[in-house]
């Protein structure tokens, strides 16, 4: 099974202020582990630089200019109360904007069996029209529009196991019909949302929410409860993959207990729907994770169940 990898050195210009916890060092420890021999088939590519309207498959035109305008040319400018943009800040998205769009390409293209972008900043969290939670854009939308735009999916369903709860994603398919948002998270916790009265205008969100404390037997549980059923019954013509590994016990962010085998076997269930219902087709992009052993590990167990092993 090909998968292919997509970074850029970019993510590593975006600097946050000191004891910030979403960091460069979270890329630089991916890439540590990605080194190891069991990896040596991933098929590597450099994410290239999207153009600025690439974000507007996702916000208005009025919001990507106001973020491009704010990027400052020294020091450090705040966009939200935990946000912040450096002179390195819009290369790193763009870049990573251009991983979501090259990953869709190559796997709606039948190039590679699936694709895993490891870049930041995340994007979960920012809304149409608002930054939030280290977010500037949202990388997984973008994913999301692109595959329908470009390549005509009729219906995507976007799967989000961060510990926090992806209210940007909500907001911007709350009321489409065409693709299905699901999420376990845990509750209560940033940014608030993410109740499972949630539902959106179609019955389209899917919203598991888990308990401080709660362990990888209740996070599978509730994906074989509440998430499989649905985008199984969805019939996806593409799998996109929220994969934030700040659930993991290690995490100093949040209070579940998962482990990295737990994001493995969620990874290859998501598959296994996906080989049914998608021709294989998943998309995985990076969100958060914050423990850089709990994610580094995390990481390389969902990379590993995406090459099939």
Known sequence: MTTLYLSHPASLDHTTPLGHPERPDRIRVIEQALEDERFSALVREQAPRAELAVATLAHPEAYVEAIAE?????????????????????????????????????VMAGKVANAFAAMRPPGH????RRAMGFCVFNQA?????????????????????DVHHGNGSQDIFWSDRSVLYCSTHQMPLYPGTGAASERG????IVNVPLRPGDD???????????????????????????AGFDAHWRD???NLQLTEADFAWATRRLMAIADRRAGGRVVSVLEGGYD??????????????????
């Open 216 to 242: 990888g037997d209740r996070f599978r549980e509730a994906f074989e409860q509440g998430i499989l059923p649905r985008v199984d019954a969805f019939h996806p013509d593409l799998i996109v993959i929220s």
């Open 292 to 309: 850089l052993d709990g994610l580094s590990k995390s990481v390389a167990a969902h990379v590993e169940a995406l090459m099939g092993h």
């Open 141 to 161: 939308a973008v994913a999301v529009r692109h595959a329908q735009k470009s390549f005509g999916a009729e219906r995507v369903a976007l799967v989000d196991w």
């Open 70 to 106: 704010a990027a400052p040319q020294a020091g450090l400018v705040a966009i939200d109360s935990d946000t912040v943009m450096s002179p390195g800040t819009l290369e790193a998205v763009l870049r990573s904007l251009g991983a979501a769009r090259q990953a869709v390409d190559e």
């Open 201 to 204: 205008d179609h019955d389209t």
């Open 125 to 128: 969290h920012a809304e149409r």
């Open 252 to 254: 100093p962010l949040a």
